[in-house]
């Protein structure tokens, strides 16, 4: 990173590589003012909180019944959807099913996470394992645009494959662990943080760096086909009950692990191999970009972590040289490509979404007017 000109925010982490970030006269960057005068009054885990949580939970039993479930939740093995998963069964006396995306790189510690809350929640688990032959060779592609979103593929193949499926078996509720206490400071735009499944991405970037063989095995729903048709049209919704109850990460922590057994990971998004070798080295070596600062910004927003500790752990990688070394081995290796075919791939030419056709404008301007309605109230850029 260019550090010419190098700014930090003096009360969160988020620093100028984020290139389009803004700082008020006295130092503060503009996601803790969306959180102060956006996020904050707006959010409410009290007595508020749970008569809005006790109503979500009425309408979804409602609609469910004379249904087998209520309502479905994409299962990661992370705390955020494991603590989602428990709340909807324990504190909203809801019956859902639970919906894992198998794309190839979960770790043992999320497949056993997974197993431990099947078993102590007693609820039915339905995992989509998706062509792994697909997934390799869209995964290269990716790899070959040298853009940074590299994570748009199993993001693809996660979210497309819970809206197919709820859609295809007419289930209406979706409860998704996004939330406010450790992700109210979104990733930006530059640093891989594309706006949603965009299939033109896709397209674009598979006509110029894929093998030319059809991907029909890899799921991929737009969208726009998600935001408009299935959630305005038939009416399918997208519930955040992480919003309406305390979260604190290390209290969800541990309830979790007393409760099941469940093991916590050293760092968010560690429950993917690829995700946690994306985040911890291809991103911070390639392009100087650390997710990390957006996940402890959360953190400091919301009281969870003093910025000195965030600065500390900043200071030096979240896994070891030779544990990373490791990693990179493993996934060329998955990827079927030798580490000198990956170490080619890394040092490639570096690019952006905007180098390849996509419709990011029209996402946009959708993402600014649920803005507007007051429907999404985290800083998108």
Not at 86 to 107: I, Q
Not at 270 to 290: N, Q
Request: proline letters at 3%; aromatic letters at 12%; hydrophobic letters at 35%.
């Amino acid at each position: 990173m260019n550090t010419d000109g190098y700014k930090i925010c003096n009360c969160c982490v988020m620093d100028t590589s984020d290139p389009s970030i803004r700082f008020d006269d006295n130092g503060r960057c503009e996601y803790c003012n969306n959180f102060l005068k956006v996020i904050a009054p707006n959010w409410d885990t009290g007595p508020k909180g749970l008569s809005a949580l006790m109503r979500m939970a009425t309408a979804i039993r409602n609609d469910g019944k004379g249904r087998d479930f209520d309502c479905i939740i994409g299962l990661s093995g992370g705390l955020d959807s494991s603590y989602a998963a428990y709340v909807a069964k324990e504190k909203m006396g809801l019956r859902p099913l639970l919906f894992h995306v198998d794309a190839g790189w979960n770790t043992d510690q999320a497949v056993g996470n997974i197993e431990k809350l099947v078993d102590g929640l007693g609820l039915d688990l339905y995992t989509d394992v998706v062509n792994w032959d697909d997934v390799k060779r869209v995964q290269v592609a990716f790899l070959r645009s040298g853009i940074p979103d590299q994570d748009l593929v199993q993001d693809a193949a996660f979210f497309s494959g819970l809206y197919r499926f709820a859609r295809r078996y007419k289930i209406k509720h979706i409860i998704t662990g996004s939330n406010f206490s450790t992700e109210c400071c979104r990733e930006p735009e530059a640093w891989g943080g594309y706006l949603g499944i965009d299939r033109t991405l896709f397209a674009d970037i598979w006509a110029k760096h894929g093998d030319g063989r059809p991907i029909d095995g890899f799921p991929l729903v737009d969208i726009l086909v998600y935001k408009v048709w299935y959630q305005k049209v038939l009416g399918m919704k997208v519930h955040h009950p992480l919003n309406f109850v305390p979260f604190v990460k290390t209290q969800a922590e541990v309830e979790l692990e007393q409760r099941f057994g469940w093991q916590r990971f050293q760092h968010k998004h560690h429950e993917s191999r690829f995700t946690r070798f994306y985040e911890d080295y291809w991103l911070p070596r390639r392009f100087g970009f650390h997710k990390r600062r957006a996940h402890f910004s959360s953190l400091i927003m919301t009281g969870q972590m003093t910025r000195e500790q965030a600065l500390d752990r900043l200071s030096c990688p979240e896994m070891d040289e030779h544990f990373l070394e490791q990693e990179f081995e493993y996934v060329a290796h998955k990827l079927g490509l030798t580490v000198s075919e990956l170490q080619t791939l890394f040092d490639n030419p570096k690019t952006t979404y905007r180098d390849f056709n996509n419709k990011r404008w029209l996402i946009g301007q959708g993402a600014n007017l649920l803005r507007l309605l007051g429907l999404e109230k985290r800083y998108f850029r």
